[in-house]
Structures are given as structure tokens and as C-alpha cells.
């Protein structure tokens, strides 16, 4: 591997990921760290990056706090019942204290956010959301981290965290390769924020074949959020809280704006309303959580689950009504132009107009992220002022190994931040940062050219095994010594699908399932050992497979620790049916131990900071 170049880069803060996570950690970084250096780096190209990069028709959180529409408190209270009372409420409390004034740089960078014109204030869409003509969302936000750090590095996939060698457990830096000239990138940083993307592809999509491409959550997003910090011994927490959703059929198209401004609404294929006649069902399995307002995502997912099950499906959403007034179907539309132009494609190729038919609806495939609507992710310390002792542990957002901060997708706890929210997580644990490495003052981290050394040898080493193992086949792709990167993956997506309770078993496992799960991913892990890459694209896919095998292991043991059934909807405990507040109200917490790969799992409390 000598041949490969190496890029050396000394900085005093990396940031890996170039999403809105990542933007706000960078702009926010030059804010307060003036005179420090500042990096970012990012796997794709930070304009069109991240779960923005198409556009986005709404921001999906915003308080409205200067007209007094909605104060952080409420927005705790919305996100712990959503999430069957498990979130932590100093993290969603922090985050809703500050998204605000996100929203307003956006604006002020040149984000077109509709108002409604009786009283001047921006368009909601819900009680949360606003609506944005969000086609340039990303380049704007990019544009203002772009003019931030003293560099971004496009194209680069971050493999692995470096460990300074100087303390125990505290992070060095992070290398990776970049995946068009094959450059070897060395990173030495003191604070390292990771903003990169959580995991779609670890479950079987619904959309195979060349349909891979469009699923959602984006299909690039590798789970390098949760394997980049479990590698190193981080913490994570509320893995098992994967989120399936509810989307239009074949292009994953979104349902909220159509929901919550068009006020459509689903039926069953016979034309009924199904969600009522499953009420008794799911109060038996989990109590007055059902009668909570609004009816918590996940069993309203349930109840179309079970509607389908019963052989009353397909449902459909009903759009024919509202497609009748002409402003509403430009909506309707647009909607789509602006972030999912694939699905107006497969309605368009299918025959379907909203106007005249009323379209399939389906539920996703399960995936993990924690800028979304659930809470898994990384453990991490709370802000100050209000984290109990438990949840805080010196700076806001730092995870259980030194000096390594998260915002987005991947801090676990925060459930309903999306764009907005990871924006504002980036800022906030950018300061963090800033301040973490001001109190270090002439400490120095140690990283040797030997961990830098030995990284790189195992990075390049698929494109050894394709190179030799070539030469042992005459025909085909089938090698006696390597896997290829959609082997591998297609085996990932089975046992996860099969064991870990995706769309081919309607969501349920057990222990026995978990456990089997966990045996068939360690002897995966031992494969990928062996995996081959023909081409530095080929090198980037069979990184991402490890991140995601990595994550998908984390996600099997949380699951399997869990005794019960917390989020009908999401997946099923068959052993454990009910949701168990006595035993299970409380956040699950992990590590992986970097020399030995074996987990711990352990309950943390669950702290109501707010009435």
C-alpha cells in the first residue's frame, strides 16, 4: 500500500459529515473557535449531501417561539409521547431551545419560507412544521459552512476514528480514503464531531433491484454515525428504536404534508376507515398510551399493519378530495418536485393520478436513525443547566469517549429534530468542542505513524483480495476467496429481514430469532474479512457494508435486550408482546469493547425533566 499517497492533515477540529449535521457543526465551530483549525469531511459532496440533498418541502421543527406558537417544553412533551414516554428531555429540551434561531439564518441565507399571508407568519403545515420551497435547502445551508471551515474535503470516506496515544480513551482524529484519486487521508484532530449518516440497507428494502436506489432513508446513509463511535468504545443507546414509516408505495414518497395540509386521510381497499376497529387490540397490548394525543406514530403504523395482515389491504391514502380544488393539487405536486421527484415518476409510469385515483400507501422496511422520529444513536452528555447527574458528564454532546462530540443522526435520544434540529445539534456540539479543546490548553494528542500505518493497510485490503482472487475465476463473479460488496450486503439485508424483524416477517422477533441473528452477523463479520473490491467505488461500498454490519449487530443486541414490546408498529417482541412500563420504562445503553468485540448491555433511568 506504500504506492498510495497519504494527505496529512493537523487540525483542532474535524468534522465527519457534510449534512445538515455536519454544516452547522462547521459554521458554529468558526463562531467560537476564531483562531482554531477547522475541517470537514464528507463522502459525497457537501452541496448535495445528507437526507437534504434532493430538497425538502417542509422543516419539520420548529417552535415559533417569537409568536409564541409552541415553547420547548411542549415540544418535549410531543416528543416523549410520540416515542411511548422514552426520550431524553434535556437533549430534546436543548435542542428546542435553539432551533429557532436556526430557522431564522436560513431564512436570512436565502431560504424561501412561505408565510401565510392573513398574519405574516411562516406557513405551518402542523403544529411543527413550516413550509419551505426547499429545493436549494442544502446548497444554502452548505454555502454558509463552506465560507466557515479552512477546508472541506469532498469525496471521502471516513473509515475509522483514530485514538490518541497519549490518554486513555480519548480520540485522536479519524482516517479514510477518497474515492475518486484513491488518496489516503490522515486526520489528527483533538475534537472530532461526527455528523455522519445513520443506516438505511441494513433491513431488506421493498424496493429491490434497481429500485435500491430509491428508498428512504437515503440510501447512502451507511450507519458510519453508530460504527464510527462503537468501533472506539462509545456508548450507544435506544438502538433497538428503529422506525418504520408509513409512505406512498414504490417511491417512498412522503405522507406528511399531504396529511397534515391537504387533510387527506387512509382507508382501507374497501373504502373503510380501519384505525378505530384496532383500538381494543392495541390498548390490550399497551394501555393508555393509545389514548394519548396525538396518537403516537408507531400505532397508527400498527394498526396498518395488523388492517393488512387481516387481508384488507392494499390501504390507500384518499387524495381524490382534495385534488378537486386546484391550489391544493399544485401542493400535491410540488411537493414532490421539491424532495421526492421519483415518486410523482412512478405515479406518472403507473398511470396514477391523484386527482382520479387514490394511491397505495406501504409501510417501510425498518430503519436507524437518530435525527428523525426515534431515539437511537450514541449516549451522550447533556447540557449543564439541566442534565441530571447521570445524563452529563463535562460538554454538551460528548459521547463516552474524550474529546468525540455527535449532532444528527448520530446523538441518540432526541427524537422529532430532523433538518432543522440536527442543524442546531451541530452548533451546539461545536461549541462544545470549541470550549473542550480551550481547556485543554498546551495538552497535545498523540497519534503514531504506526496506528496511521496499520489503518491504512486494512482499509486498501479489499482491493488486494480482488486483485489476487481474480485470477482464480475464468467466468462470472462467484470467487472461491472474496465476497463482493452486494453479496455482502444482500446477505446483511436477509439475516437482518429474516432474524432482526423486517418487512418479511411483518416486523416480529423473538430471542431465539435475536440470538441466531447475532451468531449469523459475527460469522458475516469474520467473512467481510475476505471481501473484495474491484475499483475505488466498489472499496467505499464494502466500507459502508462494515459500518453497517457493525450497526446492525449494535441494533440485534439492543433488540434482544429489550424484553418487551415498547413500539407496536416498529417491531414485535412474539416473546414479550406487551409493553412493560414496570420493567422496560428506562433507556437500554451499550459499548462494544474495541480489543475483545464482545457487548455490554445495561438500563439507564429515565429522568421527566419536564411536568
Not at 320 to 337: K, R, Y
Not at 427 to 438: C, P
Not at 517 to 530: P, S, T, V
Request: charged share 25%; aromatic share 10%.
Amino acid at each position: 500500500m506504500a504506492k498510495r499517497k497519504t494527505v496529512w492533515e493537523d487540525c483542532d477540529i474535524l468534522v465527519v459529515g457534510g449534512g445538515m449535521a455536519g454544516t452547522g457543526a462547521s459554521y458554529e465551530a468558526r463562531y467560537w473557535g476564531r483562531d482554531m483549525r477547522i475541517i470537514c469531511a464528507e463522502k459525497a459532496n457537501i452541496d448535495r449531501s445528507g437526507a437534504v440533498a434532493q430538497g425538502l418541502y417542509a422543516i419539520n421543527c420548529y417552535m415559533g417561539m417569537q409568536w409564541d406558537e409552541n415553547q420547548p417544553e411542549d415540544h418535549v412533551r410531543y416528543a416523549r409521547n410520540d416515542l411511548m414516554g422514552l426520550v431524553r428531555e434535556d437533549l430534546a429540551f436543548d435542542m428546542a431551545r435553539h432551533v429557532d434561531s436556526a430557522v431564522h439564518k436560513f431564512e436570512e441565507w436565502g431560504l424561501p419560507i412561505m408565510r401565510n399571508e392573513e398574519t405574516g407568519r411562516y406557513q405551518r403545515e402542523g403544529k411543527w412544521q413550516i413550509m419551505i420551497h426547499g429545493e436549494s435547502y442544502k446548497p444554502i445551508v452548505a454555502e454558509a459552512a463552506r465560507k466557515s471551515v479552512d477546508k472541506i474535503y469532498n469525496r471521502i470516506m471516513i473509515t475509522h476514528l483514530l485514538m490518541d496515544e497519549a490518554k486513555e480513551n480519548r480520540v485522536g482524529g479519524a482516517v479514510g480514503f477518497n474515492c475518486r484519486t484513491g488518496d489516503y487521508h490522515v486526520f489528527r484532530a483533538k475534537a472530532v464531531i461526527v455528523g455522519a449518516g445513520g443506516a438505511s440497507h441494513i433491513f431488506k428494502p421493498r424496493s429491490v433491484g434497481e429500485g435500491m436506489g430509491r428508498t428512504w432513508y437515503a440510501p447512502w446513509s451507511s450507519g458510519s454515525a453508530y460504527a464510527l463511535p462503537i468501533q472506539v468504545g462509545a456508548k450507544m443507546t435506544q438502538m433497538e428504536n428503529r422506525i418504520v414509516l408509513t409512505r406512498f408505495k414504490d417511491g417512498y414518497g412522503p405522507v406528511g404534508a399531504y396529511f397534515l395540509h391537504l387533510k387527506t386521510y387512509t382507508q382501507n381497499t374497501y373504502g373503510e376507515e380501519y384505525e378505530s376497529k384496532w383500538y381494543e387490540h392495541t390498548k390490550a397490548m399497551v394501555g393508555e398510551y393509545i389514548d394519548h394525543t396525538p396518537t403516537p406514530t408507531c400505532l397508527r403504523n400498527h394498526a396498518f399493519i395488523e388492517e393488512v395482515k387481516a387481508g384488507r389491504g392494499p390501504i390507500h391514502m384518499v387524495t381524490m378530495e382534495a385534488f378537486q380544488d386546484p391550489h391544493l393539487e399544485v401542493i400535491g405536486w410540488e411537493n414532490f418536485l421539491g424532495m421526492t421527484v421519483g415518486q410523482a415518476v412512478v405515479w406518472a409510469s403507473q398511470n396514477i393520478d391523484p386527482k382520479y385515483t387514490n394511491p397505495e400507501l406501504t409501510t417501510s422496511e425498518p430503519y436507524v436513525m437518530g435525527s428523525h422520529a426515534t431515539c437511537s444513536g450514541a449516549w451522550v452528555s447533556g447540557p449543564e443547566d439541566i442534565s441530571p447527574p447521570e445524563y452529563f458528564w463535562g460538554y454538551n454532546r460528548m459521547l463516552t469517549v474524550e474529546g468525540l462530540f455527535g449532532a444528527g443522526d448520530t446523538v441518540g435520544g432526541t427524537a422529532h429534530k430532523f433538518s432543522s434540529g440536527s442543524f442546531t445539534e451541530g452548533r451546539i456540539a461545536a461549541k462544545a468542542a470549541v470550549k473542550y479543546i480551550q481547556d485543554m490548553g498546551d495538552d497535545k494528542i498523540k497519534v503514531s505513524n504506526k496506528q496511521c500505518d496499520d489503518l491504512k493497510e486494512i482499509i486498501y485490503k479489499p482491493l488486494e483480495n480482488y486483485t489476487v482472487g481474480r485470477n482464480e475465476i475464468t467466468a462470472g463473479t462467484v470467487s472461491p476467496s472474496y465476497i463482493l460488496p452486494i453479496q455482502g450486503l444482500q446477505r446483511l439485508e436477509k439475516i437482518m429481514d429474516e432474524y432482526c424483524g423486517g418487512i418479511g416477517v411483518n416486523y416480529m422477533t423473538n430471542g431465539n430469532l435475536l440470538t441466531k441473528c447475532i451468531e449469523l452477523l459475527e460469522i458475516l463479520q469474520e467473512d467481510l474479512e475476505h471481501i473484495g473490491a474491484e475499483d475505488l467505488h466498489q472499496l467505499m461500498r464494502g466500507w459502508e457494508l462494515r459500518h453497517r454490519t457493525i450497526t446492525s449487530e449494535c441494533v440485534a443486541q439492543h433488540t434482544l435486550f429489550r424484553e418487551e414490546t415498547r413500539w407496536p408498529g416498529y417491531y414485535y417482541r412474539g416473546d414479550h408482546m406487551k409493553l412493560d412500563d414496570e420493567n422496560w420504562h428506562c433507556l437500554t445503553v451499550s459499548r462494544r469493547d474495541p480489543k475483545t468485540a464482545k457487548w455490554t448491555m445495561e438500563k439507564a433511568p429515565l429522568y421527566h425533566i419536564v411536568d
